[in-house]
């Protein structure tokens, strides 16, 4: 069965950095898409970045150029580099995965969709 287990969330302050780790089993890295997504109170679940098995990338337009996905197929861990973080940023963070063809889309997925983490909480404080 597979499993998803996101790290490395925490409290920092305007304009620190955190590093997200999501450890998947019974997945290969290699044969889906992964992404990032978060939710904040309130708010509408946001798809961050996405990566394909093909090394596609794609980021929403408010964290382009501040936060990095990546992966490690042959750890099967994925990664959210996030520096310069904002209090806007602030939100449960969750690693999921689902066919390659949602990392094409323009929303990416939905939650019931493929398969989800528990998620991890960012807070950044000003």
């Known amino acids: 069965q597979v499993h998803l287990a996101e790290s490395g969330g925490g409290s920092v302050q305007v304009g620190g950095s955190l590093r997200l780790s999501c450890a998947a089993s019974?997945?290969?890295?290699?044969?889906?898409?992964m992404g990032w997504f978060r939710q904040a109170p309130g708010k509408e679940h946001e798809g961050v970045a996405v990566v394909d098995s093909r090394i596609f990338t794609n980021y929403a337009g408010s964290v382009k150029g501040r936060f990095t996905i990546s992966k490690d197929d042959a750890k099967n861990i994925l990664y959210l580099q996030m520096n310069g973080l904002k209090p806007e940023d602030t939100a449960v963070y969750y690693c999921?995965?689902?066919?390659?063809?949602?990392?094409?889309?323009?929303?990416?997925?939905?939650?019931?969709?493929?398969?989800w983490g528990q998620g991890t909480q960012v807070t950044v404080s000003s």
């Open positions: 999921a995965a689902a066919p390659r063809s949602y990392c094409y889309t323009s929303n990416y997925w939905q939650p019931g969709v493929g398969y």
């Open positions: 019974d997945l290969t890295f290699s044969t889906v898409c």
